[in-house]
């Protein structure tokens, strides 16, 4: 079984160099993994959007580190608990 990650650039949507390693085994890859490594090919200043799955510390940091930008969606529990410090009451933007 194969896990495969493909960068997407947003305006065009063409794909950029797929990067892939196996699911399961002692060789498994995790998508965050295989994620840093894609980042390896981006242009310092691209922006990564990304889904719930990429919204954790590790990917940000990665990000970061190679000067990209990073707009990610956070689980409601990521969200609740670790930044707004308990349930959302309203909508808007927070730092």
Same mark, same amino acid.
């Given at each position: 079984m194969l896990r495969i990650i493909v960068f997407h650039e947003l305006e065009t949507g063409l794909a950029e160099k797929p990067h892939w390693g196996p699911m399961y085994g002692t060789e498994a890859v995790s998508e965050q993994y295989l994620a840093e490594k894609a980042m390896d090919a981006l242009v310092p200043g691209s922006i990564l959007v990304g889904d719930r799955n990429f919204g954790v510390f590790s990917i940000v940091w990665a990000a970061h580190q190679r000067g990209l930008q990073v707009?990610?969606? @956070?689980?409601?529990?990521?969200?609740?608990?670790? @930044?707004a410090g308990g349930p959302i009451a309203e909508e808007g933007e927070r730092r």
């Amino acid at each position: 079984m194969l896990r495969i990650i493909v960068f997407h650039e947003l305006e065009t949507g063409l794909a950029e160099k797929p990067h892939w390693g196996p699911m399961y085994g002692t060789e498994a890859v995790s998508e965050q993994y295989l994620a840093e490594k894609a980042m390896d090919a981006l242009v310092p200043g691209s922006i990564l959007v990304g889904d719930r799955n990429f919204g954790v510390f590790s990917i940000v940091w990665a990000a970061h580190q190679r000067g990209l930008q990073v707009v990610v969606r @956070l689980t409601a529990e990521r969200w609740r608990s670790k @930044l707004a410090g308990g349930p959302i009451a309203e909508e808007g933007e927070r730092r």
